[in-house]
Nanobody
Framework: QVQLVESGGGLVEAGGSLTLSCASS?????????MGWFRQAPGEERRYVAG????????SYAESVKGRFTISRDYVKNTVSLEMNSLKPDDTAVYYCALGGFRSDSVYSPADFRSWGQGAHVTVAS
């Protein structure tokens, strides 16, 4: 099973930017899998943020981040990134990388994903 490791979290002021990255912990390769990002704010459930198909052609975003966040993947580095711009205090959460289906184009809902990394903390100060 592919083990996912997130990096790039931290503290940023409102209006600022951060880019999160997700890689596999060993030699596992997730290039043939759909991938996604979720987040969990304090006291709330984990929520879908964005998804990208195994080909990278299809992307999907939650309404709350559309136009501000961009998901992408690098097949050479075997990584998935989430570029976050115009950050707001409401974006404060633990962000999780997620593994989707094998060679899947279905990236629109939490049901499309089945395992997550340990998370990266993102704090947006007002």
């Amino acid at each position: 099973q592919v083990q996912l490791v997130e990096s790039g979290g931290g503290l940023v002021e409102a209006g600022g930017s951060l880019t999160l990255s997700c890689a596999s912990s060993g030699s596992d390769n997730f290039n043939n899998y759909a991938m996604g990002w979720f987040r969990q704010a304090p006291g709330e459930e984990r929520r879908y943020v964005a998804g990208i198909s195994w080909t990278g052609i299809i992307t999907s975003y939650a309404e709350s981040v559309k136009g501000r966040f961009t998901i992408s993947r690098d097949y050479v580095k075997n990584t998935v990134s989430l570029e976050m711009n115009s950050l707001k205090p409401d974006d404060t959460a633990v962000y999780y990388c997620a593994l989707g289906g094998f060679r899947s184009d279905s990236v629109y809902s939490p049901a499309d994903f089945r395992s997550w990394g340990q998370g990266a903390h993102v704090t947006v100060a007002s």
